[in-house]
């Protein structure tokens, strides 16, 4: 299993491009998160979504919009890039039953900068 | 609302002493409580948990937490550092009841193992 993957690795970006930031997981995996991660502030949750076809705001919503459409996909996007969006962003999977119920399992994260 | 806090930004210890890095957190209701690792430019690893019973719990590495109810924290320990534990590590919290599963993370706290 190839667990959580996140495409593009690093992507740079100029003020006002648009882009969209590709999590798949193949886990059978219930539940998706996206997070920024910047320094001295931890993970801060953008959205998540506990099924196919279903999102929802966490902490940090603005700017930023997702879509799953596929229960293997979590997809992130941004309408209108701005620097205050340069940071680290990792996605993660958890199931909703089983042993493994309250383990996220995590992406390898995505460097965005925007100039 | 949940919170995590990790009062140290970096805790520095020799290879074969024991280390803690502590957490405190504030929850409504009854606290789940994790640990995870960051090894550089990689995602997040989880460590271990504690949901309910026993206050010490093991998890990955050797490594274990004792969770106070009292005191609110749930400190990260192990009895003898190797140097490659050093890394980055957060603690997260979610309240039991929390519809979405979500987690909100400290700040991270920068290990540093020196043989």
């Known amino acids: 299993n190839a667990g959580v993957t996140q495409t593009p690795k690093f992507r740079v970006l100029k003020t006002g491009q648009s882009m969209t930031l590709l999590c798949a997981q193949d886990m059978n995996h219930e539940y998706m998160y996206w997070y920024r991660q910047d320094p001295g502030m931890g993970l801060r949750l953008i959205h998540y979504s506990v099924g196919e076809g279903t999102t929802a705001k966490g902490e940090v919503p603005d700017g930023y919009n997702v879509s799953r459409l596929k229960k293997q996909n979590f997809l992130l996007g941004l309408e209108s890039a701005a620097p205050s969006q340069t940071s680290v962003y990792f996605c993660?999977?958890?199931?909703?039953?089983?042993?493994?119920?309250?383990?996220?399992?995590f992406g390898p994260g995505t460097r965005l900068t925007v100039t | 609302a949940q919170s995590v806090a990790q009062p140290e930004d970096q805790v520095n210890v020799a290879e074969g002493n024991p280390l803690t890095v502590k957490c405190t957190y504030s929850v409504s209701g009854n606290p789940y409580l994790f640990w995870y690792v960051q090894y550089p430019n990689r995602g997040l690893q989880f460590l271990l948990k504690y949901i309910t019973g026993d206050n010490l719990v093991k998890g990955s590495y050797g490594f274990e937490a004792e969770f106070n109810k009292s005191q609110t924290s749930f400190h990260l320990k192990k009895p003898s550092a190797l140097v490659s534990d050093s890394a980055l590590y957060f603690c997260a919290v979610r309240e039991s009841d929390n519809a979405g599963n979500m987690l909100t993370f400290g700040g991270g706290t920068r290990l540093m193992v020196k043989p």
């Open positions: 993660a999977s958890k199931p909703a039953r089983g042993p493994r119920i309250y383990e996220q399992y």
